[in-house]
């Protein structure tokens, strides 16, 4: 196996980690870490699929694939963003003081 190919699929676990950690509602320096390998992912496939013009079906797959995740991680970035915004007592007791304002505004909630 290749370091590409060995990178690939260790990005693509970290993925699919940050979506787990995501849907069990955890939140730490680690969803940040993981969200920026998904962009790296989607960076990576991106130049694969112009870098090898030849091999373009598997890159395509590769590609697409990417995409898929990116658009998965984005969701879940954004259903997870609204939800701090939208009840402070639930960010506030769930994900602690992520924003001073918020944490306020939980404490007081609560």
């Not at 995409?67 to 998965?72: A, G, P, Y």
């Not at 506030?92 to 306020?104: D, M, Q, R, T």
Request: aromatic share 22%; charged share 10%.
């Amino acid at each position: 196996m290749s370091a590409r190919m060995g990178l690939a699929r260790v990005l693509t676990l970290a993925l699919l980690a940050y979506l787990l950690l995501l849907c069990l509602n955890c939140s730490d320096l680690l969803l940040y870490v993981l969200s920026f390998f998904s962009v790296y992912y989607f960076l990576y496939w991106l130049k694969r699929c112009f870098s090898y013009f030849f091999s373009f079906w598997l890159n395509c797959v590769g590609f697409f694939s990417s995409v898929v995740f990116c658009l998965v991680f984005s969701w879940c970035t954004v259903i997870f963003i609204l939800l701090l915004v939208s009840d402070p007592a639930y960010s506030y007791k769930h994900h602690g003081s992520l924003w001073p304002a918020l944490s306020e505004k939980g404490q007081q909630a609560l």
